[in-house]
């Protein structure tokens, strides 16, 4: 999962930043607060109705958009699908990735990534749920193509951190340094799915507690 800078400052119209035209920098601010606006409403939908059902006219009904408007913006199903992905993650990021290294080196912050995935999950940051766990279960069987691509590497995004965390506690000497750290990374994450799926399934926000629980016990029983 890739950093997320944040909300950049806008430029006001009529004033020159770096030397730009004042017109040409207000109509790019304008533009790009109403990409934001249409992929914040894009991300919604997908956790919902998932990436397929999420095209030029669905989303143009949803925002009363004329479709030669977010044509404008987007030029294909794809390139939408591909851009929704984009701000899924960085949503994703600021959410659950940022909160997270805020926390000491080790247990702590493998903890503190696993807690906010769970506090995310529990306040339906997205509609529908965690997007990504809905886009995987939407393209695990899909042929190849660049929106399952996106989707592959951002999974293998969150592995890679998930267990990266668990290999930085066993360097602190947090966890036993005999646990295969992949092994460790993929019964913690899937802790998580298990909730989230129960929640989607049976609106059980009972699960979120239960999953807390389970992977604060792994981890004790790890504790090196």
């Known amino acids: 999962m890739s950093e997320t800078t944040g909300e ?10 770096h030397g730009g035209d004042p ?4 109509r790019r601010e304008r533009g790009r607060r109403t990409r934001e606006s249409i992929l914040s409403t894009a991300v919604d939908i997908a956790s919902v109705e998932g990436l397929e059902g999420l095209t030029i006219g669905r989303l143009a009904a949803e925002l009363g958009m004329s479709k030669s408007g977010l044509f404008a913006h987007f030029g294909s199903k794809e390139e939408l699908q591909l851009a929704t992905i984009h701000a899924a993650r960085e949503i994703f990021v600021a959410e659950v990735v940022e909160p997270a290294r805020a926390a000491e080196r080790g247990l702590p912050r493998l903890q503190a990534l696993l807690d906010a995935k769970l506090d995310y999950l529990r306040r339906g940051v997205f509609r529908g749920g965690c997007f990504f766990d809905a886009a995987r279960l939407e393209y695990d069987s899909r042929h190849p193509g660049p929106v ?3 989707i592959l590497d951002e999974f293998a995004g969150w592995s890679k951190l998930v267990t990266d965390c668990v290999r930085g ?12 750290p992949e092994q460790v990374a993929f019964e913690l994450d899937a802790i998580g799915t298990a909730a989230n799926l129960r929640m ?10 239960r999953a807390q ?3 604060h016990d792994r981890l004790a029983a790890l504790a090196a």
Request: glycine share 14%; no cysteine; net charge negative.
């Open 8 to 17: 950049p400052r806008g430029v006001a119209v009529g004033a020159r930043g």
């Open 23 to 26: 017109v040409l920098d207000g």
């Open 148 to 150: 399952r691509d996106a």
């Open 169 to 180: 506690a066993q360097r602190e000497g947090h966890i036993d340094p005999q646990a295969d």
């Open 200 to 209: 989607q399934i049976r609106k059980d926000a009972d699960g979120f507690a």
């Open 213 to 215: 629980q389970a992977i």
